[in-house]
Structures are given as C-alpha cells and as structure tokens.
C-alpha cells in the first residue's frame, strides 16, 4: 500500500492517522472476501437450478439423473470455508 494521498494533483504523505484508518477499511474489505465470493457463488447455483425447476412442475417427469444433477448443485456449498475452495469447485454437468 502506498503511504501517500493526492492532494490538488500532488502526491503528499499519508499521516499515521490516515494510514491506520485506510489500513482498517483495507483489512475490513478483505475480511468480507469470503462472504462477497460465496454470495456470486450461490447467484451462480441458484441461477442452474433455477433453469431445471421446471422439471418438477406436475405435468414433468423428472429422470433421476436430473433428480441426481439438482442434488449435486444443492450440496456444493457443503465443507466450503474459503475463498480458494470457491474457486476451485467442480460444477456438476447437467444431464
């Protein structure tokens, strides 16, 4: 991180005040990383879903394999704890 501000188009020094406060809004935007990365990734598995609920409406037959993928989908949040772990997930393949 720089340590300088731009004051009417001139670099200045930061003041140690200023520093510790953009220090806590930098650490405060990092520590909602992993909230931030699951809610696109729940947008991204509800959005798949979403495109196969017209399977159950009552006059559908839902195949098992469809039943299967929807399941998949459903469990893929299971044991994710951090970011590195979002961005590493197998999406299942849809039937």
């Known amino acids: 991180m720089a340590?300088?501000?731009?004051?009417?188009g001139v670099m200045v020094d930061m003041t140690a005040e200023e520093i510790t406060?953009?220090?806590?809004?930098?650490?405060?935007f990092n520590d909602g990383a992993f909230d931030r990365a699951m809610a696109e990734?729940?947008?991204?598995?509800?959005?798949?879903?979403?495109?196969t609920d017209y399977f159950g409406a009552s006059d559908q037959t839902m195949s098992s394999d469809m039943t299967a993928y929807r399941k998949d989908l459903r469990d893929?949040?299971?044991?994710?704890?951090?970011?590195?772990?979002?961005?590493?997930?197998t999406w299942p393949t849809k039937p």
């Open 3 to 8: 340590n300088q501000k731009c004051v009417d």
């Open 21 to 28: 406060a953009r220090q806590a809004v930098e650490k405060e």
């Open 41 to 51: 990734f729940r947008y991204k598995r509800n959005k798949l879903l979403t495109e």
């Open 76 to 89: 893929l949040t299971n044991g994710i704890d951090t970011v590195d772990k979002i961005n590493n997930v």
